[in-house]
């Protein structure tokens, strides 16, 4: 059998790496296929998921290699609390773009324009997960798959379709964004094929989507106070959605 290190350095190019208990949970539970798995404590970790996760407990068992402190520092850029770490292989851009584009929806898309923060664009993932969203796109330079945002997203990206696509490039369907010159979000009901767009932290949102756009809308917010943050204004408005007649899958 191969030592775990050897493993790991055999399937390190190009696969994504779960960082932590609970990243590791989330990709199992959502079909992700993992090759390898270490611990610092396997104890430790296998009633972690006694506790929190029997559904994946006895896949953990089989996967979970202990190995030592030094060792498992030499493997990760920033250990994890839980001291879990293991890669993935990352879903086909053709399964991504299958998803975003298969028809009809039964949840939005949200698309981040150009954004900046790679906690931020993990938050949204994470969020998108939650409530069942189609999928996650985000435009410009930032790559949604970036060991950092995929730590934000707590292993979720498995969950939800997650690729980078041009503006021309967005999946079909309505086009609302968000922008503060936009219609206040509370009078309208917004369809499950919609595609949510989001505009940068700093800048906003593109000229290009922003012309692309079938409808502005603004969420609520006090006079004075300049903006939300962007994992905010996406968690208010896929609530939006799934209180006016959305829901999230529970299946």
């Given at each position: 059998?191969?030592?775990?290190?050897?493993?790991w350095r055999e399937?390190?190019?190009g696969?994504?790496l779960?960082?932590?208990f609970?990243?590791l949970k989330?990709a199992?539970?959502?079909?992700?296929?993992?090759?390898?798995?270490?611990t610092?404590?396997r104890?430790?970790?296998l009633?972690l998921?006694?506790e929190?996760?029997?559904?994946?407990?006895?896949?953990?068992?089989a996967l979970?290699?202990?190995?030592?402190?030094?060792?498992?520092?030499?493997?990760?850029?920033r250990?994890?609390?839980?001291?879990?770490?293991a890669?993935?292989?990352?879903?086909?851009?053709e399964?991504?773009?299958?998803?975003?584009a298969r028809?009809?929806?039964?949840?939005?898309?949200?698309?981040?324009?150009?954004?900046?923060?790679?906690?931020?664009?993990?938050?949204?993932?994470?969020?998108?997960?939650?409530f069942?969203?189609?999928g996650v796109?985000?435009?410009g330079?930032?790559?949604?798959?970036?060991?950092?945002?995929?730590?934000?997203?707590a292993?979720?990206?498995?969950?939800?379709a997650?690729e980078?696509l041009d503006?021309?490039?967005?999946p079909?369907g309505p086009?609302?964004?968000l922008?503060p010159?936009?219609?206040d979000?509370?009078?309208?009901?917004?369809?499950?094929?919609?595609v949510l767009?989001?505009?940068?932290?700093?800048t906003g949102?593109?000229?290009?989507?922003r012309?692309?756009a079938?409808h502005?809308?603004?969420?609520?917010m006090?006079?004075?106070?300049?903006?939300y943050n962007?994992?905010?204004?996406?968690a208010?408005?896929?609530y939006?959605?799934?209180?006016t007649?959305?829901?999230?899958?529970?299946?």
């Amino acid at each position: 059998m191969t030592d775990p290190v050897t493993r790991w350095r055999e399937c390190a190019g190009g696969a994504v790496l779960l960082d932590g208990f609970h990243a590791l949970k989330h990709a199992l539970r959502f079909g992700a296929e993992v090759p390898v798995a270490v611990t610092t404590d396997r104890r430790a970790a296998l009633a972690l998921a006694a506790e929190l996760a029997e559904d994946v407990g006895d896949t953990l068992d089989a996967l979970l290699t202990e190995v030592p402190e030094q060792t498992y520092a030499l493997l990760v850029p920033r250990p994890h609390p839980t001291g879990v770490a293991a890669l993935a292989v990352r879903p086909s851009r053709e399964a991504g773009l299958g998803a975003l584009a298969r028809m009809p929806r039964r949840a939005p898309v949200v698309v981040l324009d150009n954004p900046r923060n790679l906690g931020n664009a993990g938050a949204v993932i994470r969020l998108a997960a939650g409530f069942g969203a189609t999928g996650v796109v985000t435009t410009g330079t930032l790559d949604p798959w970036h060991p950092t945002v995929v730590r934000g997203g707590a292993g979720l990206h498995f969950a939800t379709a997650v690729e980078r696509l041009d503006v021309d490039e967005l999946p079909a369907g309505p086009l609302f964004a968000l922008d503060p010159e936009g219609e206040d979000i509370r009078g309208t009901k917004l369809p499950d094929d919609a595609v949510l767009a989001f505009g940068s932290e700093r800048t906003g949102l593109s000229p290009q989507l922003r012309a692309r756009a079938d409808h502005l809308l603004r969420l609520p917010m006090r006079p004075q106070v300049s903006s939300y943050n962007l994992a905010t204004s996406v968690a208010m408005t896929l609530y939006h959605w799934s209180a006016t007649g959305g829901a999230p899958t529970t299946s």
